[in-house]
């Protein structure tokens, strides 16, 4: 098993930038593949960012794509997703995710229901 805490949310201007953190405890952080979703007050939980076990392919949302930047230090057992140019609409709880995988393959996962952990969430607010 993994587990993981989010940090580095908060409250942040229309067009701020800020980095969130995704801490892995546990089982080896490159056995998993990971993922950040958001879920704002009202809505489904929706896929944002995603990262294969070594880095070398990412994933995004349209909605984010050229804004946010998913990657990770394994060294470090954290992943981050950097965020620019914030919108009001980016407005959500953050969650950082983790899917077991062999290192032999270097996909990426965009459904929730792919993702075995999950960390406890950390709230954006982007104030216009």
């Known amino acids: 098993q993994v587990q993981l805490v989010e940090s580095g949310g908060g409250l942040v201007q229309v067009g701020g930038s800020l980095r969130l953190s995704c801490a892995a405890s546990?089982?080896?952080?490159?056995?998993?593949?990971m993922g950040w979703f958001r879920q704002a007050p009202g809505k489904e939980r929706e896929f944002v960012a995603a990262i294969s076990w070594s880095g070398y392919t990412t994933a995004y949302a349209d909605s984010v794509k050229g804004r946010f930047a998913i990657s990770r230090d394994n060294g470090k057992n954290t992943g981050y997703l950097q965020m620019n140019c914030l919108k009001p609409e980016d407005t959500a709880v953050y969650y950082c995710?983790?899917?077991?995988?062999?290192?032999?393959?270097?996909?990426?996962?965009?459904?929730?229901?792919?993702?075995?952990?999950w960390g406890q969430g950390t709230q954006v607010t982007v104030s216009s």
């Open positions: 995710a983790a899917a077991p995988i062999a290192r032999t393959l270097v996909h990426v996962f965009r459904e929730t229901y792919e993702y075995d952990y």
């Open positions: 546990g089982r080896t952080f490159e056995d998993y593949a």
